[in-house]
């Protein structure tokens, strides 16, 4: 069974820090690229960081580059999204998504991904 399970959400203070894990199972994982999302209330989902498989090569999205940084675990099928001094502004769900394609280029759009967890909620209060 393909599944990709994000952890790590929850409530937070302006200025705290979080890390969110994405564990995958049933896919080729050390053989694509991964992605994390974010939906904030009444927005569309949104492009936060992409990672190759390898882990050498990443993006994030230029409002929150000096925050959070992405990495990977490829011996434990898992990827992380460390975000520092968060802000209400970064209240949001955050999803982990799998290119379905091996080999594939780091992506920035959600139709890259075929692949996506449940979410996992982050709430930052002032």
């Known amino acids: 069974q393909v599944q990709l399970m994000e952890s790590g959400g929850g409530l937070v203070q302006n200025g705290d820090s979080l890390r969110l894990s994405c564990a995958a199972s049933?896919?080729?994982?050390?053989?694509?690229?991964m992605g994390w999302f974010r939906q904030r209330p009444g927005k569309e989902r949104e492009f936060v960081a992409t990672i190759d498989w390898t882990g050498d090569v990443n993006a994030i999205e230029d409002s929150v580059k000096d925050r959070f940084s992405v990495s990977r675990d490829n011996e434990k099928n898992s990827v992380y999204l460390q975000m520092n001094r968060l802000n209400i502004e970064d209240t949001a769900v955050y999803y982990c998504?799998?290119?379905?394609?091996?080999?594939?280029?780091?992506?920035?759009?959600?139709?890259?991904?075929?692949?996506w967890g449940q979410g996992a909620q982050v709430t930052v209060s002032s």
């Open positions: 049933g896919l080729p994982f050390s053989r694509l690229v």
């Open positions: 998504a799998a290119q379905t394609t091996p080999w594939g280029p780091i992506a920035f759009d959600v139709a890259a991904y075929g692949t």
